[in-house]
């Protein structure tokens, strides 16, 4: 057989430009679905419901509440994962409730999940929908001829692509282009964080936990230079073991300042015995949080460089919005990952790698003294503990305070270790109280989640994180058509299933392009060896990764605007 006769066929001119049309028609379609679903749709297992469903312009606008802390809510085009914080005072039987309003890219599919369980699925548009949204689209169409006869000619029978853009703005209007977040340029440039000569006040409060006690008092007093007070302020513990550890580490460092409170305050009140010894600036570090070397001069960097910083919080992989590699989703570290993700995070610029954030995470938390000044105690409003840090934070942003997450400090947090089974409910009824003082917080909170300003030192950290195991494949295209838009997701997406580290980046240029090219000069520990196969959750933050990172590819380079990029 001659080679020619087994060399694959091109489809014709004529069948591509058929393809071409066929898509944008269905897109069309798409755009033109309309409905609004005003009764409520119920989840699985009671956890709440979709109150209502408006479907419009390709878009569905939903509203409801759950119990759940984080859901996500996917489309057959977008997927999004929300922390509900509305308030819902209507819902009074179910005091965990809380609201969410979003909008999703999509129509004919939704399906909403929390904690790995599937709470609904529904298709939002039957045929009766599509069908409408059918004639709608036939009116429109018979319009071309008759307005658009000349590119409709030029593209069907000369492939002109010029007019075939024209027609499908015409059938496909735009949409408002979507906020993308950007790195800051300077992430990876080389700097020291501002000298610390003041001595700062460290505040431990302990309430049993004496498996993480031994842990945390270890490390800060072995990372914590003398100068600075480290004080240990024991609640009353029941667990006998808390008070042969901490006479333990008393005798061992005499610099090590032990109080005893003679009944339980909680944790407000402990705090606020500490607050009121304290002279300098202080740090707040729970007995789950794991200080790294050299942590205290980079947690107090925007404190000594900006008078208008009343708090500082580290990035961690558990703490809300300061986690990583996914805010609001708690991930467990294997032992000496902390470590490695940290030394990523002591590469970036102290003062770049700052974003300003609505309230700071209790966990490990720095304090600036001119504003403690000014508010010098928690609010013993929110009994023994969750939700007075926000509230502190919200008085004095009232007052004109910063609040600052801080890229340039990983802290491992556990999460959880004093309080137990109890802080759901102290969760739930605390967060009602900051809800009525402060109507707009949940919705300031909601769109640091949404436009995340932390993208830059977020994804330098979990690539750290991710990549502690092997080295990650980074797939950079671009978004002007063709198979380069959607080769490097279809490589990145397609390395999941087999556990590789892989991201897909489109469109990498601007100040954005500084994140990857200062990480490709540089690189970050924790990329280049590797010591492990990643495990099967590894492998969903990889995906998370994926869909998140967006950007332009450097003009010039490469003319097929595609190259992998290896750390």
Request: glycine residues 8%; hydrophobic residues 40%; positive net charge.
């Amino acid at each position: 057989m001659h080679p020619a006769d087994t060399a694959p066929r091109l489809p014709s001119p004529y069948r591509l430009r058929f393809d071409a049309a066929l898509r944008t028609l269905r897109l069309a379609l798409r755009r033109h679905i309309r409905r609004q679903w005003t009764r409520p749709l119920v989840f699985k297992y009671g956890k709440g419901a979709v109150d209502r469903i408006d479907i419009r312009e390709g878009r569905m606008h939903l509203s409801g509440w759950t119990d759940a802390h984080l859901i996500t809510v996917a489309s057959e085009i977008q997927s999004r994962q929300v922390v509900p914080m509305l308030p819902r005072p209507d819902i009074a039987d179910r005091p965990a409730a809380r609201g969410f309003d979003l909008c999703l890219t999509g129509t004919e599919r939704l399906t909403i999940e929390a904690d790995g369980a599937l709470l609904m699925s529904l298709d939002p548009s039957p045929a009766l929908h599509r069908g409408l949204a059918a004639a709608r689209l036939l009116v429109r169409l018979l319009r071309v001829p008759v307005f658009h006869g000349r590119d409709l000619a030029a593209f069907a029978l000369q492939g002109d692509s010029t007019a075939g853009t024209r027609l499908e703005r015409m059938l496909l209007p735009p949409p408002p282009a979507p906020r993308v977040p950007s790195a800051r340029p300077g992430l990876f440039r080389a700097a020291e964080p501002a000298p610390l000569d003041s001595s700062v006040d460290i505040i431990v409060p302990v309430h049993n936990a004496p498996d993480e006690l031994r842990s945390c008092l270890d490390r800060l007093v072995r990372f914590t230079p003398r100068l600075h007070r480290i004080t240990v302020i024991d609640d009353a513990s029941t667990n006998p073991r808390v008070a042969d550890i901490l006479t333990g580490l008393e005798a061992r460092h005499p610099g090590l300042r032990l109080l005893w409170n003679d009944t339980n305050l909680g944790f407000i009140g402990t705090v606020n015995r500490g607050l009121a010894a304290a002279r300098g600036h202080v740090v707040l570090v729970n007995t789950d949080a794991f200080a790294p070397e050299n942590w205290l001069e980079r947690l107090l960097h925007p404190i000594l460089t900006d008078p208008a910083v009343a708090s500082v919080t580290p990035m961690t992989n558990s703490g809300e919005t300061a986690s990583v590699p996914q805010m609001c989703r708690a991930t467990p570290l294997p032992e000496g990952l902390a470590d490695r993700i940290d030394r990523a995070a002591a590469t970036l610029d102290p003062t770049h790698a700052n974003t300003e954030m609505p309230t700071g995470v209790g966990f490990c938390m720095a304090l600036s003294r001119d504003w403690l000044a000014r508010l010098p105690a928690f609010d013993t409003a929110f009994g023994r503990g969750y939700g007075e840090e926000v509230d502190w934070c919200r008085k004095t942003a009232a007052l004109g305070a910063r609040h600052v997450l801080t890229g340039a400090l990983f802290v491992e947090h556990r999460g959880g270790s004093s309080f137990g089974p109890e802080k759901a409910a102290r969760l739930a009824a605390n967060n009602r109280l900051i809800s009525r003082r402060y109507p707009g917080y949940d919705a300031a909170v909601q769109a640091f989640i949404d436009e995340d300003p932390a993208i830059g030192p977020r994804l330098a950290l979990a690539l750290a994180m991710v990549g502690a195991a092997r080295r990650v494949r980074v797939y950079l295209g671009h978004r002007l058509g063709g198979g380069l838009g959607t080769w490097p997701g279809r490589q990145a997406h397609g390395a999941v299933p087999r556990f590789l580290p892989a991201l897909s980046v489109l469109q990498p240029a601007g100040r954005d392009r500084q994140l990857l090219r200062s990480a490709r000069r540089r690189g970050l520990p924790g990329l280049l060896f590797p010591s492990r196969p990643p495990d099967r959750g590894a492998a969903g933050d990889h995906r998370h990764l994926a869909r998140k990172v967006a950007r332009p590819p450097r003009p010039g380079r490469r003319r097929d605007g595609l190259f992998r990029f290896i750390p």
